[in-house]
């Protein structure tokens, strides 16, 4: 069964293998090989600083961790606001309908939490796929990706 956890310093290692495994997935399969999501891996230091800043989950798939993401709450003064970051599954549990679940699971566990944002590449058409299928829609774009805004009633 799919569920959502709060990560601890002990899983970072984990979730570094995680999303060095999805990143490098992501950037041979869509960006052509030309490294632009590996530099946003991190190392066991940022994802250490980041459980200590932010929420910071890991995504279990019964007592496997197979993916992570965090909520960033600086991005944005709202105070009713998160922005998704670093939203990533172990590549071999892609495809299977937990990205939707685990969204789904994300916005339950924070009822008060009315205005959400996330951002993706350009060529990350899977992810945009998900998160317009998600209720996410996009409001804006840079060079690198789009940037996609849910709100909640």
Not at 70 to 90: A, M, V, Y
Request: glycine share 6%; proline share 1%.
């Amino acid at each position: 069964m799919i569920h959502i956890e709060r990560a601890t310093i002990e899983d970072a290692e984990v979730i570094v293998k995680i999303k060095k495994s999805a990143y490098e997935d992501e950037d041979i399969r869509f960006g052509k090989g030309k490294g632009e999501c590996v530099q946003y891996i991190g190392d066991v230091n940022f994802i250490s600083w980041c459980i200590n800043r932010y929420i910071l989950y890991k995504i279990m798939l019964d007592d496997i961790v197979i993916g992570t993401f965090w909520l960033d709450h600086e991005t944005d003064d709202r105070s009713n606001h998160f922005e998704l970051q670093d939203f990533c599954i172990n590549p071999i549990y892609q495809n299977k309908g937990y990205g939707a679940k685990v969204i789904k699971l994300m916005e339950e566990q924070h009822k008060d939490i009315k205005i959400w944002t996330l951002s993706t590449f350009k060529f990350s058409f899977k992810n945009q796929h998900l998160y317009e299928k998600m209720g996410y829609v996009k409001i804006g774009q840079d060079k690198r990706g789009f940037q996609y805004e849910k709100n909640i009633d």
